[in-house]
């Protein structure tokens, strides 16, 4: 039985050296240390070795085991280097020296225009605040005055969560909080992603970016708000842009608005972008409603306060002249280098 283990050694270790792939390792393993394997039959059939000898013939058994499971596993360690070093030198070798095409990186048309009307309202002493895109039922609809059962809740069609809470379905889910963060007066703005479960066509996306803002202080009027509008818009489009108001219904804001702006490109002669109407509806807005005010924690009978809730993704699509909004959303980079982004 000794010399059977130690013929065994010697086969292994002959063996070994003709291995080349991982296929032979496992036949290998399998012909030594598997179930029916020369090493383990020996080690299953002690029973029949006189009992003098078998502590010892079961010690070595036990350590010719040991070493050729370490034996497969330099070998397994060898073929893998063998074949990495395969890889960086054959199949997968680079060569640095190919000229690239140049491709730059760029930033999404959103976050630029984002970019933008921050940097205007902070320089009108605006702050930018976060919100978030999980809210509570509270904020996003009962804190901006619209109760269970509002019939304004059908407007935006909600993803709800199992837990109750939902995605936000505009950005003024976050006014209570800031609201009552900061108190009066402030000045604030804040974009966000918004989701719907809308109908998608060229101008609705079930994710889409808003930024809303707020402005409450003493005496704060619906002058006020046309003021703040009416310079974003100039500064957006580079150039002197007309606004108009018409009446528009939020339960959030009394009296309230949406804000059409002349359009830009046609100046008002019509074209397919304002598609001949002249006119392009922009930005809903309005006073802030009392209710909501106090909400916030805030005197209605002290303060008064504007806020709007422009459609940031929209506005792109207007500053980059797309004339579908998926586009955005699409993740194709084709449209960057149509759009000309640097
Ligand atoms: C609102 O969401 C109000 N919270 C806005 C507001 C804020 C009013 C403060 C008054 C005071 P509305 O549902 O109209 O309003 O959406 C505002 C803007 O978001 C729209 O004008 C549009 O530009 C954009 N928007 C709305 N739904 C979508 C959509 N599915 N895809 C892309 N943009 C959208």
Request: with cysteine.
């Amino acid at each position: 039985m000794e010399e059977k283990i130690s013929n065994l050694r010697e086969q292994v270790s002959n063996k070994m050296k003709e291995i080349k792939s991982y296929a032979d390792v496992e036949n290998l393993r399998v012909e030594y240390l598997g179930k029916k394997g020369y090493v383990v039959e020996i080690l299953k059939n002690l029973k029949d070795v006189e009992e003098a000898k078998r502590k010892e013939i079961g010690q070595k058994a036990n350590v010719l085991r040991n070493e050729i499971g370490n034996m497969i596993e330099t070998k397994k360690e060898e073929l893998k280097e063998k074949e990495y070093m395969e890889k960086i030198n054959n199949s997968e070798k680079i060569d640095i020296t190919i000229p690239v095409e140049e491709r730059i990186g760029s930033l999404h048309p959103i976050t630029i225009v984002q970019r933008e009307l921050e940097e205007i309202f902070t320089g009108m002493g605006f702050t930018v605040e976060d919100g978030n895109e999980v809210e509570t039922e509270y904020n996003n609809f009962e804190a901006v005055n619209v109760p269970k059962y509002h019939p304004a809740r059908d407007m935006q069609d909600t993803f709800w969560l199992e837990n109750g809470e939902l995605l936000k379905t505009q950005t003024s889910a976050a006014q209570n909080k800031i609201m009552l963060k900061y108190g009066a007066p402030l000045k604030a703005i804040f974009p966000g992603r918004c989701f719907r479960n809308e109908a998608l066509d060229a101008s609705h996306e079930n994710t889409f970016f808003q930024m809303e803002g707020m402005m409450i202080d003493k005496d704060v009027s619906i002058a006020n708000l046309i003021y703040f509008m009416k310079t974003l818009l100039s500064e957006i489009f580079k150039k002197e842009v007309e606004v108009r108001l018409r009446p528009g219904y939020f339960p959030f804001v009394e009296p309230g608005f949406e804000l059409d702006i002349k359009c830009p490109y046609c100046d008002g002669a019509g074209c397919k972008v304002c598609k001949n109407g002249s006119w392009i509806e922009l930005c809903p807005c309005g006073m802030i409603h009392p209710n909501v005010l106090k909400m916030g924690g805030i005197n209605p009978e002290e303060y008064s306060g504007f806020a709007f809730g422009l459609g940031l993704s929209r506005l792109a699509m207007m500053k980059y002249n797309i004339n579908d909004l998926r586009a955005l959303n699409s993740c194709d980079l084709r449209v960057l280098k149509q759009m000309n982004i640097k």
